[in-house]
């Protein structure tokens, strides 16, 4: 894990997406502790959320949004033991994990809707393609939570966001409408 914490390190100092390197840093460890301690789940999160972008979102089971009422803060989890257990228990939910600039989590099983991931992925890549996961670069087939994460990358400006696959626990890490970081897990 360290090691992949180190590569991931030295792709966030390249990176000009306006966010704290600690708050980035933070996360993506959390990912790998989950990823190292549980198999087989989904994981979608939005780092820099802004409230103007809330037009985007829908819920479809409230229930899901544990952090609507009770905001925790990424950097706070070793101060709140509590709060680690809340951000695993999301990885059992549908949608995003919206993550404001400063670290708060503010609310977690999210529909984000309206990117048009292929109208994006012609933008940033434009001619023709077997699928969009070979359009905006995925070195095998990814399905709507990863075309939803690399397209809001795009569309929410000045956001990293994370996901994880929950058929083959491939994590990639999204900015500008990029993959910068991705640990193709080989069976």
Same mark, same amino acid.
């Given at each position: 894990?360290?090691?992949?914490i180190l590569k991931i390190?030295?792709?966030?100092?390249? %990176?000009n997406v306006d966010l704290s390197l600690s708050l980035k840093l933070k996360?993506?460890?959390l990912i790998l502790s989950l990823i190292k301690h549980r198999k087989k789940f989904g994981l979608f999160i939005i780092l820099g959320w802004q409230r103007k972008w809330n037009k985007f979102t829908d819920i479809s $089971?409230?229930?899901q949004d544990i952090f609507a009422r009770r905001h925790i803060n990424i950097m706070k989890i070793k101060e709140r033991p509590s709060a680690r257990h809340d951000i695993s228990t999301t990885i @059992?939910? $549908?949608? &995003?994990?919206l993550i404001d600039k400063k670290g708060n989590v503010i609310h977690s099983g999210m529909i984000i809707e309206g990117l048009r991931p292929k109208v994006i992925a012609q933008k940033i @890549?434009?001619?023709r393609f077997k699928d969009l996961s070979e359009q905006f670069g995925f070195k095998e087939k990814v399905h709507s939570r990863?075309? &939803? &994460?690399? &397209?809001s %990358?795009?569309?929410f400006k000045n956001t990293t966001i994370f996901t994880v696959s929950e058929e083959t626990d491939n994590f990639h890490i999204f900015e500008k409408g990029k993959i910068i970081y991705s640990n193709i897990v080989v069976f």
């Open positions: 894990m360290n090691n992949q390190e030295k792709i966030f100092l390249k %990176s996360i993506a460890e $089971d409230k229930t @059992n939910f $549908d949608g &995003a994990i @890549n434009p001619g990863h075309l &939803a &994460a690399i &397209a %990358s795009y569309v």
